[in-house]
């Protein structure tokens, strides 16, 4: 089983603000990592796959980087509908994992 | 336009048997998995296990091995969890959720609107 870190758990950001979300695996994954984001009653989105490609239709000031252990998420410019709380996945081996989650709250 | 659309909420008693779907339209059903994905109230996701429908290879995390049963009639283009004897602490929202295999799949582009399942004598 692969074993991941998220952090922070809780993230306090003005709009604005540019934010970073970590995600630390046990091992290698090379970029097979995905991040959601999920707002309180809805179903979590997909926002980008393959650790740095935008899903289509999700804003370009959500970006994704790294490889192997170490990935983040990157959101440029912090918008209202940003507050929520953000996962990574990976799926390089079964069982696919999620992350703890990141809850991104206004400060 | 794809969609996912599961079955309503359930009420159930301990030891009671459920069985909860997740019907999929506007995609080749049969060509990407269906994945099922655990949330506890006021908790993270948790990933259970899935399913390709094409020839129903089917993986569960060793945290749900034994513990649920998922399966798909392609027929119907539906996906299945169930439980053949509940316990309260499977009260939780179930999503259902689809993603492609080709390419480095894994990931999920599409959801389902969750079924609250609840468990309580």
């Known amino acids: 089983v692969i074993w991941m870190t998220q952090s922070p758990s809780l993230l306090s950001a003005s709009t604005g603000d540019r934010v970073t979300i970590s995600c630390r695996m046990s091992?290698?994954?090379?970029?097979?990592l995905a991040w959601y984001q999920q707002k309180p009653g809805k179903a979590p989105e997909l926002l980008i796959y393959?650790?740095?490609t935008l899903q289509s239709g999700v804003p370009s000031r959500f970006s994704g980087s790294g490889s192997g252990t170490d990935f983040t998420l990157t959101i440029s410019c912090l918008q209202s509908e940003d507050f929520a709380t953000y996962y990574c996945q990976q799926y390089y081996s079964f069982p696919w994992t999620f992350g703890q989650g990141t809850k991104v709250e206004i400060k | 336009e794809v969609q996912l659309v599961q079955s309503g909420a359930e009420v159930k008693k301990p030891g009671e048997s459920l069985k909860i779907s997740c019907k999929g339209s506007g995609y080749s059903f049969t060509s990407y998995w269906i994945g099922w994905v655990r949330q506890m109230p006021g908790k993270g996701l948790e990933w259970m296990g899935i399913i390709y429908p094409g020839d129903s290879d089917t993986r569960y995390s060793p945290s749900f091995q034994g513990q649920v049963t998922i399966s798909a009639d392609k027929s119907i283009s539906t996906a299945y969890l169930q439980w053949s004897s509940l316990k309260a602490s499977d009260t939780a929202m179930y999503y259902c959720?689809?993603?492609?295999?080709?390419?480095?799949?894994?990931?999920?582009?599409?959801w389902g609107q969750g079924t609250l399942v609840t468990v309580s004598s």
């Open positions: 091992q290698g994954i090379s970029s097979y």
């Open positions: 393959a650790a740095s």
């Open positions: 959720a689809s993603g492609p295999v080709a390419g480095g799949g894994g990931y999920f582009d599409y």
